[in-house]
């Protein structure tokens, strides 16, 4: 769906609640400037795909009254050669063009004591616009764009008949040129203004919730009005994941942070912790981190109680034929997360029990372990969604119960080192590869996006290509970071 360029931009998120963000974006100038350029494109493309209203009147020529009449009205070229977009702080953004030129053909018919027709083509030069819009939301607390001011016109027009026109039409051509240069001049902003209403139907339909997968949600509505500054127009995004069709508030509340101010790229996402430790939340209430250790393995080597027996006697006194072992992993907490300068980690603490499987396929508790262990994360960006990948640093083993006596857990570390590196970090990483999708930006790609980790928030930089055909499966817009 085509919306007008930096008004695209803004439209990006709906407002709806007043606290304190998980999300914070920021436009800057370069994006605005980028913007502009997708507005001006739409702008001549909808000028040429426009029916405009005929136009009728009636002028004195010589003794007599001459009704005339032009429809089928269309622009054939137009041009902006000079236009800007600059940021009103506190108020919002100014749109001036100068010098625009077009070529509108149209069809004539005038009715004096002879009736004629025919066509003509309309040279419009020197028009100028100056416009400002300002961002509010609207009582639903959607987005709402409104025209503060607006002040257009048009210096002159030149009217050229069709060469089968008689020099009679082509002299009365003279009395039609200031009529329809003023009708242009007063007509230019209400066709801004019915633009600028079709774009706020748009967002009173859009939706601010995302849903991930079956089991998560994510709210990206503003949370508070947009703030302009001379050089970037800033965002408050709530950035809440939710279970599916709840929208319970966290326990949490995410805590204030501030994007640097930087204007190399178009767009600027800051994404806290509380934006990543929501999502932590959630997947862990529904299970969804939890794992049981099999299939995950099998590429690996067969888990059977001949690879636990080595180490503990008693198991290879207890199944002397070899049985199947299955590792149910659950945490016991949700999982956090902790952004540093320059570092993404993640604290997992959990229990493993090991089971054996007997031969009429049940299952035996041989022990249970309590595990806390610590990873990094590589975050990735693919399709718009933001991606983490864990890798494991270190962990800690102890006996939580057994059923086969006890034993040293430090027999098991490096055993379990492995199964960790090679079954339940993998498991745990092909969950997550669906990732957390960042916006809902119609048509846009994110384009050499770089990520930097600061205290309790990861930046974002990118800049924006818009895709004319929607297809952003072969999006430029990946990177990867190791936190």
């Not at 709806?16 to 739409?42: C, E, H, S």
């Not at 027709?117 to 100028?128: A, D, E």
């Not at 209400?190 to 600028?196: R, T």
Request: aromatic fraction near 8%; hydrophobic fraction near 40%.
């Amino acid at each position: 769906m085509k919306v007008c360029g930096f008004l695209f931009l803004l439209s990006l998120f709906t407002p709806r609640l007043d606290a304190k963000p998980g999300i914070k974006v920021k436009i800057t100038q370069k994006g605005l400037d980028y913007g502009k350029q997708l507005g001006i494109d739409f702008l001549e493309q909808r000028l040429k795909e426009q029916t405009f209203a005929n136009v009728s009147g009636q002028e004195t020529y010589g003794y007599s009254g001459v009704d005339y009449t032009l429809s089928e009205i269309k622009f054939d070229a137009v041009e902006f050669p000079n236009a800007s977009v600059s940021l009103i702080p506190g108020t919002g953004i100014n749109l001036e063009i100068k010098d625009a030129a077009a070529t509108v053909s149209a069809h004539w018919r005038v009715r004096s004591w002879l009736l004629n027709s025919g066509t003509l083509t309309v040279h419009i030069l020197g028009v100028s616009l100056a416009a400002v819009v300002s961002v509010s939301r609207d009582n639903a607390s959607h987005a709402v764009l409104l025209i503060e001011s607006c002040e257009a016109k048009v210096d002159s027009i030149d009217i050229e008949l069709d060469k089968d026109a008689s020099w009679l039409y082509k002299y009365f051509v003279n009395h039609l040129e200031k009529p329809i240069c003023d009708s242009l001049s007063k007509n230019i902003c209400p066709f801004i203004g019915s633009e600028i209403e079709k774009i706020n139907a748009e967002l009173r339909e859009h939706k601010v919730q995302a849903q991930i997968d079956s089991f998560a949600q994510v709210d990206y509505s503003l949370v508070n009005s947009p703030v302009i500054s001379d050089t970037s127009i800033n965002f408050d995004i709530k950035g809440t994941i939710s279970p599916v069709g709840n929208d319970l508030e966290t326990p949490f509340k995410p805590a204030p942070f501030n994007i640097p101010d930087e204007n190399n790229s178009m767009l600027q996402i800051g994404i806290s912790e509380y934006f990543l430790q929501s999502a932590s939340l959630v997947y862990y209430a529904a299970g969804a981190f939890d794992v049981s250790i099999a299939k995950e393995l099998s590429s690996y080597f067969r888990l059977t109680t001949n690879s636990f027996g080595t180490i503990i006697p008693k198991i290879a006194r207890s199944y002397k034929t070899p049985c199947p072992v299955i590792l149910d992993l659950k945490p016991t907490a949700a999982p956090v997360i902790r952004l540093h300068n320059g570092s993404a980690v993640l604290e997992i603490a959990g229990s493993m029990e090991v089971l054996v499987v007997l031969k009429n396929s049940t299952t035996q508790s041989m022990f249970t372990l309590s595990i806390t262990a610590k990873t990094h994360a590589s975050l990735n960006i693919f399709e718009q969604k933001l991606i983490p990948s864990l890798c494991l640093d270190s962990f800690h083993l102890s006996l939580t119960h057994s059923n086969v006596g006890f034993f040293k857990v430090s027999l098991l570390k490096n055993f379990m080192s492995y199964i960790l590196r090679n079954g339940v970090i993998p498991a745990a990483n092909g969950k997550l590869k669906e990732g957390l999708p960042l916006s809902k930006m119609d048509s846009m790609m994110l384009v050499e996006p770089v990520v930097t980790v600061h205290q309790g928030y990861l930046l974002i930089s990118t800049d924006l290509e818009y895709d004319e055909e929607g297809d952003q499966a072969d999006s430029e817009g990946f990177f990867v970071i190791d936190a």
